[in-house]
Every structure is written in structure tokens, then in C-alpha cells.
């Protein structure tokens, strides 16, 4: 049976990351619309892991015999001045996203809830995960530094990505 203060925390966390969904869709809205397809291909796909994040806490919540609450996600901002501040804005967020999962760490820990500890660790590794690409991607757009050529090149390689989410224990 799942605790009062951990079912509150991750229903929370499942907004979360129903937002974090929102936001990397309303970036990929944006990409579409600058004519940058394979980076509207990247966040779409984001989004996309993102919503396979939240459902993972919603079908342990269930699991656990606790109950899901969804709460209203609020409206993602819709457009950006280019688009390395939209990665350095995915950045920001997926460094927000860590603390979050940190404090459930922490509750976890307080709580002496075993198995939430052993649920979140997938969340934590994932988390190292997400800040890295995310690192990644504003670094390369750095190295373009808006060139014509070099984002071209870096919309076809953003093309390129497919849903590949990570397994446990992977
Ligand atoms: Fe669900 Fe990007 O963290």
C-alpha cells in the first residue's frame, strides 16, 4: 500500500511530466512552423518519452493500490527567439525535472518507502540521461552558431531520431 504523501508527490510528479510533454510538443509546434522539420521530429519525440515518463508513475500509483489524481497542466510558452534558447530552455527544465525526482528520492528515503526508492532509481538514471542530451544539443548548436549550413546538417541528423525509450535495467 502506497503512503499518503508519496501518492500526493507522484501524482504530482505525473503532472510533471505531462507537462514536460507539453512543452517539448509545443516546441516541436514551433519547429514545425520555422522550418526546421527534423527538430519538430526530435521534441515531438521528446514529448512523446515524456508521456511514456508519466505513465510510468500513474501505472505504479495503480500498482501500489494507490489512486490517481490528474491535475490541470498549465499552457506551455509557444515560441522562441531561436533555436538554441529552446534547448538551453529543454536544458533548464530537465535540470528542474532532476530535483523533482531527487525530492521523491528524499520522501522515499524519509518515508522508509523500499520500493518507491527501488522505482525511482530508473527515474534518477534517466535523469542523467536527459540532462546529457540535452547538454549535447546546445552544445552543438553553439558550435553552429546559427549558420545556414550547419543548422541544415543538424536538422537532418535530428531527423533521424526514433522512439527508442529505455528499459529497466538498461
Ligand atoms: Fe521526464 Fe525529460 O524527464
Do not use: C
Not at 490517481?68 to 529552446?86: G, R
Not at 540535452?134 to 549558420?147: C, F, P, R
Request: glycine share 8%; aromatic share 8%.
Amino acid at each position: 500500500m502506497i503512503g499518503e504523501k508519496m501518492q500526493e508527490a507522484l501524482n504530482k510528479q505525473v503532472e510533471e511530466e505531462l507537462y514536460s510533454g507539453y512543452l517539448y510538443l509545443s516546441m516541436s509546434a514551433h519547429f514545425s512552423d520555422s522550418g526546421l522539420p527534423g527538430f519538430a521530429n526530435w521534441m515531438r519525440i521528446q514529448a512523446k518519452e515524456e508521456q511514456m515518463h508519466a505513465m510510468k508513475l500513474y501505472d505504479y500509483i495503480n500498482e501500489r493500490g494507490g489512486k490517481v489524481t490528474l491535475l490541470a497542466i498549465k499552457q506551455p510558452p509557444a515560441e522562441w527567439p531561436t533555436p538554441l534558447k529552446a534547448f538551453e530552455d529543454a536544458l533548464g527544465h530537465e535540470r528542474y525535472i532532476t530535483g523533482l525526482i531527487n525530492k521523491l528520492m528524499d520522501l522515499a528515503i524519509a518515508e522508509k518507502d523500499h520500493a518507491a526508492n527501488s522505482f525511482l532509481q530508473w527515474f534518477i538514471e534517466e535523469q542523467v540521461e536527459e540532462e546529457a542530451t540535452a547538454t549535447e544539443n546546445v552544445d552543438k548548436l553553439k558550435m553552429v552558431g546559427g549558420d545556414g549550413r550547419g543548422m541544415l546538417m543538424l536538422d537532418r541528423e535530428m531527423a533521424q531520431r526514433v522512439f527508442t525509450p529505455r528499459a529497466a535495467g538498461e
